[in-house]
């Protein structure tokens, strides 16, 4: 059965209420207004990404704890970033980075980014997240796809990222029909190169497609040499006044 878990106390929950997943700002040296708005009262979190650099880093990063800190006070999940290269990474390197996350960072879960979609990679991911379970604290799972995988991944993440691009691909986009059999808090959007314009048709697209955790910018990859999550876009308040305030417990 799908393992959708409760928030902990004092920490926000991916309720029916739409709200953000923020898949990993820059660096809290390189993004420090980005980590700050974050701090701010009212603001719908879901849950905030720490990728250190590519990972959790050799060593604790002062700058990255203080960050999580402030987060977690707020009442704010923080999720650690483990890239798994489309099922290529080992199995016990991502247990071990998961490990060094909840030690440096007390991470209430994870984001397993570039997550595979194929039924046959699914026995590895199991596994994986098998072990981030059965490592206590309840940890709170996102498969970061990008595109609707195989439905029995829906079985191991407490939620799934169904669409990861752009939105002249999201506007145009379809939903699988097997999300129809799961609530829209287990589905996640993100999209760049939104336009300001076009802000509420994508909010409908969400609503549509059944997808209550998002994360939208005008922010684009250039060609692929920058990463458009690294900082807020330029409609952030606007964003969140769309969504309103709070988040649903």
């Given amino acids: 059965m799908p393992h959708l878990t409760s928030a902990k106390s004092g920490t926000a929950s991916t309720g029916v209420r739409t709200g953000f997943g923020v898949p990993g700002f820059a660096h809290p040296l390189l993004a420090p207004t980005e980590w700050g708005e974050l701090s701010r009262p009212g603001t719908p979190l879901h849950w905030v990404v720490l990728n250190v650099a590519?990972?959790?880093?050799?060593?604790?990063?002062?700058?990255c704890?203080?960050?999580?800190?402030?987060?977690?006070?707020?009442?704010?999940?923080?999720?650690?970033?483990?890239?798994?290269?489309?099922?290529?990474?080992?199995?016990?390197?991502?247990?071990?980075?998961?490990?060094?996350?909840?030690?440096?960072?007390?991470a209430d879960g994870f984001l397993l980014d570039r997550c595979p979609t194929d039924r046959t990679a699914l026995p590895g991911i199991g596994r994986t997240v098998g072990a981030l379970r059965a490592a206590g604290d309840d940890p709170h799972i996102v498969l970061g796809h990008g595109t609707h995988p195989h439905p029995g991944y829906a079985e191991h993440g407490d939620q799934l990222v169904t669409f990861s691009g752009h939105w002249s691909d999201y506007r145009w986009s379809q939903v699988a029909e097997w999300t129809a059999d799961h609530p829209p808090e287990r589905f996640c959007h993100f999209v760049h190169g939104l336009p300001l314009g076009h802000l509420d048709e994508a909010l409908r697209v969400a609503r549509w497609q059944g997808a209550a955790t998002i994360f939208f910018t005008d922010r684009t990859e250039r060609g692929g040499r920058t990463d458009p999550w690294e900082t807020l876009p330029g409609y952030w308040d606007d964003l969140v006044s769309r969504l309103g305030t709070g988040v649903s417990e």
């Fill in 54 to 63: 590519d990972g959790p880093g050799s060593r604790p990063d002062p700058h």
């Fill in 65 to 106: 704890l203080e960050a999580a800190g402030r987060l977690r006070n707020a009442g704010v999940r923080v999720l650690g970033h483990l890239d798994t290269a489309h099922g290529a990474r080992p199995h016990g390197e991502l247990v071990a980075e998961a490990q060094r996350y909840r030690v440096w960072y007390k």
